[in-house]
């Protein structure tokens, strides 16, 4: 498919205008995004440029959320939320390229819930929200879980740091 980025929106080669679910800022200067199609069957990882033109990362996606890359920049993660799969990818901050897609998480369990947004720590772990799960699950870089933190709320859907010495972590539900 090709995309555009025009003036109301990204826009496909069909004509339809594509809904954003999810954004991370690059440090490529991109804007890394995920789509939430209606079907949620044939979702889309893209990244618009400073250029304003768009390069595709990932299809088939089914509902993206959480997106991060790690503190060296060697890695970009994403999240698909409905196969409840977080994917560990190769970045080369010289070619600003995303390569060689690997499942990091994948949380099989029905009782668990669906990941949801996400951030990375200052030590390279990934902090995943868990929709329908009532916590954020703290996964090391090699995916292995680290902790789980429990809220009084259902449907925790991002966790990012901030805070003077961005040690706070703020959660939305």
């Not at 069909?14 to 991109?30: E, H, S």
């Not at 990818?89 to 369990?109: C, F, G, P, Q, R």
């Not at 669906?114 to 799960?133: N, P, Y």
Request: proline share 3%; charged share 25%.
């Amino acid at each position: 498919n090709e995309y555009k980025l025009l003036r109301n929106g990204v826009i496909n080669d069909t004509g339809i205008n594509i809904r954003i679910n999810d954004a991370t800022a690059g440090p490529d200067g991109g804007f890394y995004c995920g789509t939430d199609a209606t079907n949620w069957e044939n979702d889309v990882v893209f990244r618009i440029n400073p250029d304003k033109s768009i390069d595709v990362i990932d299809e088939g996606v089914k509902l993206c959320n959480g997106m991060g890359f790690s503190p060296d920049e060697s890695t970009f993660y994403s999240t698909d939320s409905l196969r409840k799969i977080i994917y560990k990818w190769d970045y080369n901050k010289i070619k600003k390229s995303v390569s060689n897609k690997n499942i990091l998480v994948n949380l099989d369990d029905d009782s668990v819930g669906i990941v949801d947004g996400m951030t990375v720590d200052s030590e390279g772990f990934i902090w995943s929200a868990i929709w329908f799960g009532s916590k954020v699950m703290r996964f090391d870089p090699d995916g292995k879980l680290e902790r789980e933190i429990h809220f009084p709320a259902t449907q925790t859907s991002c966790p990012m740091f901030g805070g003077k010495d961005l040690n706070e972590l703020y959660v939305t539900t």
